[in-house]
């Protein structure tokens, strides 16, 4: 058989591609233009200089020139100063001793320390690496074995003691239950395990020429054995974290040395979109980025805490981190592979920003369209705000890339990849400008233990533009020609490669060619418009482009378009003097030209600098179904051949005519799909339609299509997510797919189909759609008041269709105001140049969690907007009562849940902006805090009010005929189902109610259910009526005699005993007063009273005899076998027995406290004794108070519990004791007892159990919470 040919010449030029935009050819022709003497920032995830390409550009400067993690994730509060070292150490914030290096200098001799928690800091998939190493190397390596010789023990008493023994004595029996809880607690903890990460201590010193940071990754104070690093912007070190994590981190140092910066990367996203822009293989020439001579600025928005997620603080700070920078050198590009969707276009604060940066720095900047396609109108924000400045890039595939990055088993033609987001943004503005690669083989952070990888998106398309932009302005810089970002932006527009068989709204003018761009550039330097950018204003609502969505057979429509020149601007002519004299002489005459029949727009426009009024007339009427595009082009009739000077976009949305029939069939068709295949339909349902069903199949069996499928409503002030499915199917001659998806009546829909683009080979396939709908007559929400009884809602249906309402409620959301409210100035890295002072806002909330469950804070006002939002900051941290941080959350709350124990915890919000009033009016800002039901509640349904009321026949489900009206009545929550303890003003309980029988229906048509609460029932107890019938004199002496017992366990010394004394004196044979004055010398709850095993106890034997006798006038006084006998009983049929009961638990809790203050006392004299015999009658004694005690609780009471690590620690029963201290730890943590814990894991030789715990306390028990 002879071998099949191998072809030895891989395809690398297909890895990173550089052929189709013409890269490789022009660098060829100019190698001097290869992004020398350029900056590009990236405002991404973060940097690696360490990564393979980002050392050095072309001619061996250092690449990555500054690094800036804008988050704060990586800030570490340093304020704290320390200036005696003893010993050669100081003490960090952890408590650990660190050890000072005699080779550093420190003139000022003062050290600044503070702590960073590095998992704050790992990418998720890093965190997850570390844990397993971690998990394998000190925990199994320790609890495995500790947990065999557990169990051996276990197994030796059972064999030796247990089978020779049936009846075990006291001692044994003990001891029986001693060896069985150490097995118990290890499977506990390790039931429990949670790594929350390492604490390093940070030292920050100044060595009189620039600030010096060492990180102690040994957690042990052997700072020499840690990274020790200067600013980056001066020394340009970097180091990896520690050699298990290959993260590379750098500093940087702010308000004087009071925040240490420590940068990371929070994904490797960042440093593959570098590599793409400006890598440099100086041996492998193919790997290089697209300009390899460009400097790289690190500026990293994406924040680790959100999972990479970026935030106004991030892209605000970037910003200005950019206007900064400009005063010692020229940034020329930003490339941000970042975005969200806004609800709205034109508005924000942070977009705002990234226009002053284009407009008044000169900066071009590049940004990636979105991976939400291939629905229209689906490009984020950025590119969509309210200045259209930036170029926005869609991805390309070329066939190159299939074969060789892809390994595709065929070439595929070129096109937009399927899930390229497409414009245009909701006004109407082309979103998309051009089209680039979007994907690429190309280095990743060293964390990732990759060399290179292979990613896809958008996110890889803007850094091939925006590295084409630094070439293009690297040769401009050479050949001494003027430019603007408005001028590169124009030239890349009217150069442009349009692609025949890509849409218009994925590709923009079309793809990238540089050598074209570069000729517009140098040929076109000085015509008038070149710092000029054209503002387009459309229709009532401003728009920057036309975008039109008509109803069939509409009238033609007259839009209003004002279009007025804007000039850039220079951040260092404060003065604008080179501004107005090009104000006052630009005049242009244009010729405007559109090649649709349908639009009819004037001619000519003279445009100087002022506002220019323009009418255009649309006749859609005409136009057959589907999506329109066209423009109107302005040439300037000086020099037509450099193309247009500006475009109006206009995009029109066509619906087809079909109506759904009596089954709800819309339309039926077939299709012959290849790779990029996209069908489109634009439908207007009926008001009464509320979903829709898509349904595909193919009769070829041979063949397996993937299509991606995307439906979606585009409504006022909502994102394109708001109303959409997308979902990836598979579709065989077996299996054919159903895609279900919700419908709002009224408003134009689209369904897209399209086959995925490396699904290679044609499909024939047969589709239908179909319209179904309920609709309730409450709209998108039914609101229920618990004070207004059975509410209704009317169902209207678009054709006979089966009605089952389900109604059922998931959470509960109470609503808290703030504790505290705290308005301030930030620093310096907060001042937007020159000296706009950005405040912020921190509230604190406080709020108690009854049972384990799942949490969300909700903060409505600014939830679910970003980058349309009109404040920069929406940051919360939930921190336990410990200050242990437990969760970060942002803008979109969908995103951020967290499981809570039972406790009391604090939510602390940061709100910034540069307007002080704006903040002073959140300032009691009510938050909700969404909170996951143990079990959903349903809510009955009923055809009539009247069965409602009477909780008569339930509604079961009825067919819902087209045109006729069915009420439907939802019965209240009965009171029994609702947690009465923790009801505030405004509780309300949430969920979704469906009224559709259909299956499909009711995955895709639900609406959201809001239950109002009202107060619990006010029921008068017994208690009351008692009291009602006492004489006021009585309730004075009681409430006089509650108050000074309440006092006694406040007081201490000399006033406790005189208050003491007082009370026994006016109410004499009081047990209560008793019980508060042991209370008072000897807490019960309080931590620092527990056992300790490393110290001597620290009282006297007077101290402990005082108590004893003060505990045995209680027990003396209690007549515990008739108190017995009374707690035995079953039934108590008296008159008065709820009294009488009141009476015996209050006995029986008083018997229990001087037991305990007894027992504890006892545990002290042991370890006060010297003779053997004073031990062994004390430990007597102390076996008959424990019996006594058992009698009427169990050591977890949390009466009795701290006497029990007492009694554990005094036998030194280890296992018990640390069961015990669990115990409290859940209830509540302490930092004692989490010590405690650590002696008792140290008597029993489990090592790694103190070193897990050791380490873990500073991360739980913090001295301040952490900065935002």
Same mark, same amino acid.
Request: with cysteine; aromatic share 8%.
């Given at each position: ?258 925040? +240490? ?53 991030? +892209? ?155 070439? +293009? ?796």
């Amino acid at each position: 058989m002879a071998d099949a040919p191998i072809d030895c010449e891989f395809p690398v030029w297909g890895l990173l591609p550089k052929k189709e935009t013409g890269v490789v050819s022009f660098l060829n022709k100019n190698p001097l233009y290869d992004g020398r003497d350029t900056v590009i920032a990236i405002f991404d995830s973060g940097v690696d200089p360490a990564a393979s390409g980002l050392q050095v550009t072309t001619t061996g400067e250092t690449k990555v020139i500054e690094r800036f993690d804008c988050s704060g994730c990586g800030d570490v509060d340093t304020s704290t100063v320390i200036r005696k070292v003893v010993d050669g150490c100081i003490t960090g914030l952890t408590g650990r001793k660190l050890k000072i290096l005699e080779s550093w200098k420190n003139p000022s001799g003062e050290w600044r320390v503070g702590v960073l928690y590095p998992f704050s800091l790992y990418p998720s998939k890093l965190k997850e690496r570390i844990q397993e190493h971690r998990k394998e190397h000190l925990w199994d390596v320790g609890h495995k074995p500790a947990y065999a010789e557990s169990n051996k023990q276990l197994q030796d008493f059972e064999s030796d003691v247990v089978s020779k023994n049936p009846t075990l004595s006291p001692e044994d029996k003990l001891l029986k239950e001693e060896l069985e809880t150490r097995v118990e607690v290890l499977q506990a903890v390790e039931k429990k395990y949670s790594d929350l990460g390492p604490t390093y201590d940070c030292v920050l010193f100044h060595d009189g020429t620039s600030w010096r940071a060492c990180i102690d990754t040994s957690e042990s104070g052997d700072l020499a054995s840690g990274p020790c690093l200067g600013e980056y912007s001066i020394t340009h070190e970097h180091s990896h974290l520690t050699e298990l994590d290959e993260m590379t981190v750098s500093i940087n140092v702010h308000d004087e040395g009071r925040t +240490l910066e420590v940068v990371a990367m929070c994904s490797t996203h960042g440093t593959h979109v570098a590599a793409i822009a400006a890598g440099y293989f100086p041996d492998e020439p193919d790997k290089n980025g697209v300009a390899p001579g460009a400097k790289i600025i690190s500026l990293t928005i994406g924040d680790s805490r959100l999972v990479s997620m970026e935030t106004g603080t991030a +892209l605000v700070r970037a910003c200005i981190k950019v206007m900064e920078l400009s005063k010692k050198m020229k940034i020329d590009v930003i490339n941000m592979s970042y975005g969200e969707h806004a609800h709205w276009c034109n508005t924000g604060r942070v977009g705002d920003i990234i226009c002053e940066v284009v407009n008044r720095y000169g900066v071009s900047w590049v940004v990636s369209a979105g991976n939400h396609g291939p629905a229209l109108c689906t490009v984020g924000a950025p590119p969509d705000i309210a200045q259209p400045v930036l170029i926005g890039v869609g991805a390309y595939v070329s066939p190159d890339m299939t074969s060789a990055a892809y390994s595709m088993r065929a070439r595929v033609a070129g096109g937009a990849f399927s899930w390229s987001s497409r414009g245009p943004c909701a006004d109407g503005a082309p979103g998309v400008t051009t089209c680039a690669p979007g994907g690429a083989v190309a280095s990743v952070a060293r964390f990732t233990l990759k060399n290179s990888q292979l990613m896809n998106g958008t996110s890889m398309a803007a850094p091939h533009v925006a590295g084409i932009v630094a070439a +293009l302005i690297s040769g401009l810089k050479a050949k001494e020609l003027p430019y603007s970002p408005y001028s590169i932006k124009r030239a890349i527009e009217n150069s442009a490669t349009f692609l025949n068989s890509v849409e218009p709204w994925a590709q923009g003018c079309g793809l990238i060619n540089i050598e074209k761009t570069f000729d517009h550039l140098t040929t076109y330097h000085a015509e008038p418009e070149r710092d000029v950018t054209i503002s387009v204003q459309c229709g009532p609502h401003n728009g920057k482009g036309i975008l039109l969505r008509p109803k069939l057979n509409d009238v033609p429509k007259d839009i209003g378009i004002t279009i007025q020149p804007q000039f850039l601007q220079s951040h260092l002519d404060m003065e604008n003097k080179t501004l107005i004299p090009r104000q006052i002489d630009f005049a242009m005459n244009l010729a405007l030209s559109c090649n649709a029949e349908w639009v009819s727009a004037p001619a000519f426009l003279s445009l100087a600098n002022t506002p220019r009024p323009v009418s255009v007339r649309i006749q859609t009427a005409s136009l057959p179904s589907g999506p329109h595009f066209t423009s109107i082009d302005a040439y300037d009739t000086n020099c037509i051949e450099k193309g247009p000077v500006f475009r109006i976009p206009i995009t029109v949305l066509q619906a087809e005519s079909a109506q759904p029939d009596s089954k709800g069939l819309l339309l039926s068709a077939s299709a012959v799909y290849a790779p990029h295949t996209i069908k489109r339909h634009f439908i207007i349902p009926p008001l009464e339609a509320t979903w829709g069903v898509l349904k595909l199949t193919t009769k070829d069996k041979e063949q397996t299509g993937r299509f991606l499928i995307h439906t979606m409503q585009l409504l006022p002030h909502e994102s394109c997510r708001a109303h959409e499915t997308q979902k990836m199917i598979s579709v065989t001659a077996e299996a054919p797919a159903v895609h279900p998806f919700a419908v709002v009546g009224g408003v134009t829909l689209e369904v897209v189909i399209a086959k995925y683009w490396a699904n290679i080979g044609s499909l024939e396939t047969e589709y239908t759609i179909e319209l179904h709908g309920l609709k309730p007559s409450c709209g998108p929400k039914l609101r229920l008041l618990a004070s207004e009884g059975p509410r209704g809602t009317s169902l209207t249906s678009l054709r006979m269709q089966d009605a089952q309402p389900n109604a059922t409620l998931k959470y509960s959301e109470p609503v808290i105001r703030p504790s505290e409210s705290k308005l301030s100035p930030l620093t310096s890295r907060d001042i937007v140049p020159p000296s706009r002072q950005i405040y912020q806002l921190i509230n604190t909330y406080n709020f108690h969690i009854a049972k384990a469950t799942e949490v969300s804070p909700i903060v409505s006002p600014l939830c679910d907007m970003l980058y349309e939002s009109e404040f920069e900051a929406q940051m919360w941290m939930l921190y336990n009562s410990c200050k242990q941080l437990m969760f970060v959350g942002d803008a979109y709350p969908s995103k951020y849940s967290v499981k809570l124990e039972k406790g009391d915890y604090v939510l602390r919000l940061n709100i910034r902006h540069e307007n002080r009033a704006l903040l002073d009016k959140l300032q009691e800002l009510p938050v909700a805090i969404q909170q996951r039901l143990p079990q959903p509640i349903s809510l009955d349904a009923y055809c009539t009010r009247a069965q409602a009321l009477t909780s008569g026949k339930k509604f079961s489900s009825a067919a819902v005929p087209s045109g006729s009206i069915l009420p439907v009545y939802f019965a209240p929550v009965p009171s029994d189902k609702i947690s009465r303890s923790n009801l505030t003003i405004g509780h309300t309980l949430t969920g979704t109610v469906t009224f559709a029988k259909d299956e499909l229906g009711r995955k895709v048509d639900s609406y959201e259910l809001q239950y109002v609460v009202c107060e619990p029932p006010k029921r008068t107890t017994n208690n009351n009526r008692d009291k009602e019938k006492t004489k006021p004199g009585e309730d004075y002496m009681e409430a006089s005699k509650e108050f000074m017992t309440n006092w006694l366990t406040k007081l201490e010394g000399d006033k406790l005993e005189q208050v003491y004394e007082e009370v026994l004196e006016k109410f004499p044979g009081y047990l209560g007063a008793h019980i508060a004055y042991l209370h008072g010398i000897d807490s019960p709850t309080d931590p620092k009273k527990l056992p300790n095993a490393d110290e001597e106890t620290d009282v006297t034997t007077a101290w402990c005899e005082q108590l004893i006798t003060t505990a045995d006038k209680v027990i003396k006084q209690i007549d515990q076998e008739k108190l017995l006998a009374y707690l035995g009983m079953k039934n108590d049929t008296r008159s008065d027995a709820t009294k009488i009961k009141q009476e015996h638990e209050k006995q029986r809790g008083y018997l229990i406290d001087a037991l305990c203050r007894k027992g504890t006392a006892l545990c002290r004299l042991k370890a006060l004794a010297q003779s053997p015999a004073a031990k062994d009658k004390l430990l007597a004694q102390l076996t008959a108070n424990m019996a006594d005690l058992l009698k009427f609780t169990d050591l977890t009471d949390a009466k009795a519990i701290h006497y029990g690590v007492w009694h554990c620690f005094t036998l030194k029963h280890w296992g018990r004791a640390i069961k015990l201290l669990s115990k409290i730890q859940e209830d509540r943590p302490s930092r004692e007892v989490e010590e405690r814990l650590v002696q008792a894991y140290q008597q029993l030789g489990w090592d790694y159990l103190v070193k897990y715990t050791q380490l873990s306390i500073p991360i739980k028990y913090p001295s301040s919470y952490r900065p935002f």
